[in-house]
């Protein structure tokens, strides 16, 4: 299988994010991605580089304008401010929630960072733009690959992108790469394309970039938002509005869920995107429901992500990965290559 791997992704490197409002190391680093770099090289998949199309068009048609132009220039006025902040990670300070007015744009920055942020643990640095554009230009590419004929691509970009909407960013995210491929896959042709995320953390970016669209499936397996972040969507009520009624699946699931049960949710979905008659599908491929990832609490082994891979070849589209979160960083790049060789077997059958 065709792998694109963005070696820009080096350049969103923080040290520290806030976790349950604790300062603390952060959790997404550059080591995950060469992690699976280095599992994909091993098991003697193709990769490729560079040479990825510009995806910024489509960035604009599934993010608000306003929001990238201030995430693209976000560390030049941070630094405009003071420019020893260049040894600094930015954070917000205040939130526009409920009757507080987000339509207009104030011009300090800490607001700012506020009115594009729904959490303090998605940092800021230098590079940010730079690693989360590049990441959706390779999906981009990915999308194209399909395209050109290949049954199935993976993209292995970070930072992750599912948790990223309209005109936020949160969990990690700042782009969201799983949107880009659907919207490019739907510029394509494809009537309906699926978006599947099987992260253990509800892709709620996903969800609110399209929701009120019927030509874009959206089913997500995740953690009770009760007790697992996002924590204020991704409930099974949630199911669309205006023409996107009843093209969005939740399908929370209790922290310890068993890959038995787990993968009776995962029939649910593909049992509704096959209704649904989905004609190419992206899947916003977490990892952290493995069972020994720090920070999630699903019981995955990496046997069962062989056996994701291999369902999800049975659904016979044209399918493209993009990696979301994970963070069991040494197990990581195995259990991504458990998925698609899981997904390559079932296939060549």
């Not at 303090?120 to 640095?125: Q, V």
């Not at 992108?161 to 659907?182: E, I, K, R």
């Not at 949630?238 to 993968?263: C, Y």
Request: charged letters at 20%.
């Amino acid at each position: 299988m065709l792998s694109f791997f963005s070696l820009t992704h080096t350049e969103h490197a923080p040290s520290h994010e806030f976790f349950r409002g604790q300062l603390v190391p952060c959790h997404e680093t550059p080591a995950r991605a060469e992690q699976v770099h280095q599992a994909l090289q091993a098991a003697g998949h193709r990769i490729e580089t560079a040479g990825f199309p510009d995806s910024r068009a489509l960035l604009g048609q599934v993010h608000a304008e306003r929001y990238l132009r201030f995430l693209e220039g976000a560390w030049a006025d941070w630094l405009a401010r003071d420019p020893a902040n260049a040894a600094r990670q930015p954070w917000p300070s205040t939130w526009p929630v409920r009757t507080l007015r987000s339509d207009l744009e104030p011009r300090e920055f800490s607001a700012r960072l506020g009115l594009y942020s729904f959490d303090n643990g998605t940092p800021l640095s230098a590079g940010s733009w730079a690693a989360a554009k590049a990441g959706c230009d390779a999906a981009l590419a990915g999308a194209q690959a399909l395209a050109g004929g290949a049954r199935a691509a993976f993209v292995a970009s970070r930072p992750p992108g599912h948790h990223a909407g309209p005109d936020f960013m949160g969990g990690y995210c700042f782009l969201n790469q799983a949107a880009v491929a659907a919207q490019a896959l739907r510029a394509q042709g494809h009537a309906r394309v699926a978006v599947l995320d099987v992260d253990y953390h509800h892709g709620n970016g996903t969800q609110a970039i399209f929701y009120g669209r019927s030509d874009v499936f959206f089913a997500s397996l995740h953690g009770d938002p009760s007790t697992e972040y996002p924590f204020f969507l991704g409930h099974a009520d949630e199911e669309g509005e205006g023409e996107g009624r009843g093209f969005n699946l939740n399908l929370p699931l209790p922290a310890g869920t068993t890959a038995e049960f787990w993968f009776a949710a995962l029939e649910q979905a593909c049992a509704r995107l096959q209704a649904l008659n989905a004609s190419a599908l992206v899947v916003s491929l977490g990892l952290d429901t493995f069972e020994g990832d720090p920070i999630s609490k699903f019981k995955l082994a990496r046997a069962d992500f062989g056996r994701l891979g291999a369902r999800l070849a049975g659904l016979g589209l044209p399918t493209l990965f993009v990696l979301e979160g994970g963070y069991a960083t040494a197990d990581l790049g195995l259990n991504a290559v458990a998925v698609l060789d899981g997904f390559e077997r079932e296939g060549g059958r």
